[in-house]
């Protein structure tokens, strides 16, 4: 069993826009992962590549490295900030820009 757990959420942005929030779930009771929790690990198959992306959970800055670099074809990938909302950080539409921020409201755990 992986260490690392990917839940996809459909969600919207307080503005309206539809995207997908992509969660981490660290399983391992102390928390920690290491590099080697990379291998094998796969986003979720039910991701539609035509929306957004939002990355949000506790992990180590490596791991959204990987996560950014495999949702890259999603029309745009940001990560979520507690402070800030949803930063863009890859796009491929017009409609949303680098460095764009989103006010989300996190999904609810309770519903997944």
């Given amino acids: 069993m992986?260490?690392?757990?990917?839940?996809?959420?459909p969600h919207i942005t307080q503005s309206g826009i539809p995207y997908q929030h992509l969660r981490i779930s660290i399983l391992n009771e102390n928390g920690i992962i290491t590099?080697?929790?990379?291998?094998g690990l796969k986003l979720p198959k039910e991701i539609d590549y035509s929306q957004g992306i939002v990355i949000e959970g506790k992990a180590p800055i490596w791991l959204?490295?990987?996560?950014?670099?495999?949702?890259?074809?999603?029309?745009?990938?940001?990560?979520?900030?507690?402070?800030?909302?949803?930063?863009?950080?890859?796009t491929h539409t017009p409609d949303v820009n680098i460095a764009q921020v989103f006010k989300i409201n996190l999904p609810d755990t309770t519903s997944n």
Avoid: M, Q
Wanted: hydrophobic content about 45%.
């Fill in 2 to 9: 992986s260490a690392v757990y990917l839940t996809i959420i």
């Fill in 35 to 39: 590099p080697n929790d990379l291998k």
């Fill in 64 to 90: 959204y490295g990987y996560l950014v670099h495999e949702c890259h074809p999603a029309a745009w990938v940001g990560c979520y900030d507690t402070r800030l909302g949803a930063v863009v950080v890859a």
